[in-house]
């Protein structure tokens, strides 16, 4: 079969197209014919090997990558089950956490992975896992967002921002997006009530206070995030970092620590979401809600597979809208 490979941690143009033998499907797995693949800053934080700190925590390998095919967001068919699997079978339109799905086949473990919602293209499909599950996250568990707050989300037109705006708006707060002026329009029809063009107003700046601010982007130092929360408000710091950082997010979680010491307001961080924790009921609770009509996913730009290398590096660019996803088969 083809698959996306990186031999070793570097850029983008590191990934090779290759043929590697079809995987199979140990105890408690599902070997799934890949249709569509989602592009993730998660990706190229694995392919560049940062932060490194994480190679030191075993996430990632020491010294090379730990997975030799890239990707981990999929949509696609069941071809095979493994022992012991229930509930799914070939044929089964899916989708989920699925290490190296940058490739023809890929295999998953059975709980990371729930049906496709009727009437999704498995394009849209691939967009739903890390991205949805990371801002439902954000917004509802720790956010712990209510009806009638005034909600922030920073960086409103990326993969995880399009999510939060829309769970926001669901659960009765009254959203203000943050995004380029190009992504306005698209916010606002996701439910946004207020939309701030970053290039021209700093939401920093003291002038208005939210209950919530989910930020994706990490452009803003946590001392300086908390002058825009309210007095009993919740800053969700999503990741951070950026190539070559020695602790990316870790350092984000050190430096929330510290000034959570001296505020009454509540600034937590949330990792992505990601094949090594639980996500079955998230996966179901966000394909519940696009089965219900309140969640969408924002398809940006699609690739082949040939040109995954190109699609990594215009996610790791950091201004893509939406989700990039990548078309296998």
């Known amino acids: 079969m083809k698959a996306v490979v990186q031999e070793r941690f570097g850029p983008p143009e590191s990934l090779r197209l290759r043929d590697v033998d079809l995987p199979r499907p140990g105890a408690g797995q599902v070997l799934v014919r890949v249709r569509a693949a989602a592009v993730n800053p998660y990706d190229w934080h694995m392919l560049r090997g940062d932060p490194y700190a994480a190679r030191l925590l075993g996430g990632m390998g020491l010294t090379r990558p730990k997975s030799r095919v ?122 946004a009530a207020h939309v701030l063009d970053y290039a021209r107003q700093d939401f920093t700046d003291g002038g ?52 959570n010491a001296v505020t009454r307001r509540r600034l937590r961080p949330i990792l992505p979401a990601t094949p090594d924790g639980p996500a079955h009921e998230d996966l179901l609770a966000v394909t519940a809600l696009v089965e219900a009509g309140q969640l969408a996913p924002v398809v940006g730009r699609t690739f082949s597979l040939a040109r995954t290398a190109e699609a990594v590096r215009h996610v790791e660019e950091g201004h893509a809208r939406g989700k990039t996803v990548i078309t296998v088969s």
Do not use: K, W
């Open 208 to 259: 208005e206070r939210y209950d919530v601010v989910l930020d994706n982007v990490g452009n803003h130092p946590p001392a300086r995030l908390r002058r825009a929360l309210a007095p009993r408000g919740v800053l969700v710091a999503n990741g951070g970092g950026s190539p070559g950082r020695v602790f990316g997010a870790i350092g984000t979680m050190l430096e929330l620590a510290a000034v």
């Open 70 to 191: 890239a990707g981990i967001d999929a949509a696609g068919v069941v071809e095979r089950v493994g022992a012991g699997v229930r509930g799914f079978g070939p044929g089964d339109p899916v989708l989920g956490f699925c290490p190296g799905a940058f490739a023809e086949y890929a295999c998953a473990s059975a709980p990371l992975l729930v049906p496709v919602p009727a009437d999704l293209s498995f394009e849209q499909a691939a967009a739903l896992p890390m991205g949805a599950v990371t801002a439902l996250r954000g917004i509802r568990t720790v956010g712990g967002v209510r009806s009638g707050q005034r909600v922030l989300v920073n960086g409103a037109g990326g993969g995880v921002g399009t999510f939060a705006v829309q769970i926001a708006g669901v659960l009765g707060a009254e959203v203000t997006a943050v995004c380029s002026a190009s992504n306005a329009d698209l916010v606002r029809s996701l439910g």
